[in-house]
């Protein structure tokens, strides 16, 4: 079925009878040319380019509870390309583009909305390193611009620019970035996947991955064996125990992030606005919560809800920032299991297994990735070679010295 | 989440530094391959589940942690200064 205005006109018209589901439920089959393990968005958007730019719909996407059930679901939903050094900002630049174009190609509302983010900035140095970083986004042909407080202050009175600890110098300003409404990133990229022939199989966790002589036979799952030649792990935060199937150790510890959203406000901010010294980030959902975040809590865990220290360093940080946020009630927290790297960039590569391919490591900032990983993922898959964007995120570049390290914090598991 | 440090007692997570998983404390030899060193640094069991990692008393009295606790719960089922193993280096 073909989504439109007229549609929703009509189907509001007739009582709503009309609309039927957006994928099937089929059952798995006995063999497949390629199954991905894990139906988040990164899993289904690899699922989607597969049969979309590639034509290889025998394909199952394995999900071990329901669609969208992990990060995809979890996140404070920004989207932005403001990267750095190469290898990351021709893939996120890459990403965005194709944000831009994504409603239309899925026939899918993701709500994608380029309010623009400003990522604050609070000393000399701080503002000479964001105007090297806006110029060498502007020279690949992204949009960066520095704002001075004086503009800042016209755009978003709200702040405390004279705070003590942390006053405010200016910011660099990406006007295309944004955000998304994420659980519709997962369904558009489920429903244009279930539509090109992909099966997609929920309460199916994998159990086990079948290696003959170095060579991916398929796997074993709870709803029996599958066979197949191409087999992805695309597991984000549980990536490791995946891994460990195949018998592989990754260079990944998962960790807790939090974030939290206060009750429903009327309009008060329309961007995002990043307070790296903070390590907060804030912008307001179409419904009016305000949803902002800090950074990990700082320890390996899976427990998908985080502790109370990071809880009021997040708070406190908001008060600095933005003092009339203390008005507001925080409704609900959650945590999120992020799959971190010792540099902090992702990895989309094949395994030494031959037949097996990883996309992990996606540490905090997988969403506005999903995409361009998928995207990437697929011509992996496909071709069988990397994909120009993503051909640094090599799974063995930490052995190898090839550092990916945005933060240019060093390659060390507690550093991202 | 509280800590019991073998020498302080039950201490609040904030006085912990985190360093992570007990494997750097497997440190190879000089002489010993890149790949066992890109075991100790970078390649993890990432466990869910039981864990052990090491916490720095930062705040405290300053001792290496080797703390046994469970990463789908955060129970702290162990702690031991590192110092105090069989066969710890001074």
Known sequence: ?416 | MRLTCPLCGPRDRREFYYSGSEDYLNRPTPDARPEAWDDMLHLRDNPAGVTKDLWYHETGCGSWLLVTRSTTTHEILATERVADRKGAGA
């Open chain 1, 1 to 416: 079925m073909r989504y439109s205005g007229l549609k929703v006109i009509t189907e509001g018209l007739f009582g709503n009878k009309g609309w039927t589901r957006a994928w099937r439920d089929p059952a798995p089959k006995a063999e497949y040319d390629a199954i991905i393990i894990g139906g988040g968005g990164h899993g289904l958007a690899t699922a989607y380019y597969l049969a979309k730019n590639h034509g290889l719909t025998n394909i199952a996407v394995l999900e071990k509870g329901y669609l969208g059930s992990g990060n995809i679901g979890r996140n404070t939903t920004i989207v932005r390309a403001n990267y750095f050094i190469p290898g990351n900002s021709e893939f996120y630049s890459h990403s965005l583009k194709l944000w831009e174009g994504l409603e239309t190609e899925l026939n899918y509302n993701v709500m994608h909305s380029q309010r623009g983010q400003v990522v604050l900035f609070h000393s000399d140095g701080q503002r000479d390193q964001q105007i090297r970083r806006a110029n060498a986004i502007v020279n690949q042909g992204d949009d960066a611009e520095i704002m001075s407080v004086e503009q800042l202050r016209a755009e978003f009175p709200y702040l405390d620019y004279e705070q003590t600890r942390f006053p405010i110098y200016g910011g660099m300003m990406q006007r295309r970035a944004g955000t998304a409404r994420h659980d519709a990133v997962a369904w558009g990229y489920a429903r244009g996947a279930d539509q090109r022939g992909v099966d997609l199989i929920q309460n199916c966790e994998v159990t086990g991955i079948d290696v003959e002589n170095g060579v991916v036979r398929g796997v074993q799952t709870t709803r029996g064996p599958i066979r197949a030649k191409k087999v992805a792990m695309i597991a984000a935060g549980r990536s490791g125990q995946v891994a460990a199937m195949a018998g592989m150790r990754i260079p990944v510890e998962s960790h807790i992030m939090q974030a939290f959203v206060t009750e429903g406000l009327k309009p008060v901010m329309d961007a995002v606005i990043s307070y790296g010294m903070g390590h907060f980030y804030i912008s307001q959902s179409d419904k009016g919560g305000l949803v902002f975040g800090g950074d990990i809590d700082m320890y390996a865990s899976y427990a998908a809800r985080g502790n109370l220290p990071m809880v009021e360093h997040v708070m406190e940080a908001g008060m600095t920032l933005m003092p009339m946020i203390g008005r507001a009630k925080v409704l609900r927290s959650w945590g999120g299991i992020m799959d971190m790297t010792p540099d902090g960039s992702p990895i989309i590569d094949k395994t030494p297994i031959e037949g097996l391919f990883i996309d992990a490591g996606w540490n905090y900032g997988g969403f506005k990735a999903v995409p361009a990983s998928g995207w990437c993922m697929a011509h992996l898959m496909a071709t069988g070679q990397s994909h120009e964007v993503a051909r640094r995120f090599r799974l063995d570049r930490f052995r190898t010295g090839h550092l990916l390290d945005e933060e240019g914090t060093g390659s060390q598991h507690n550093l991202h």
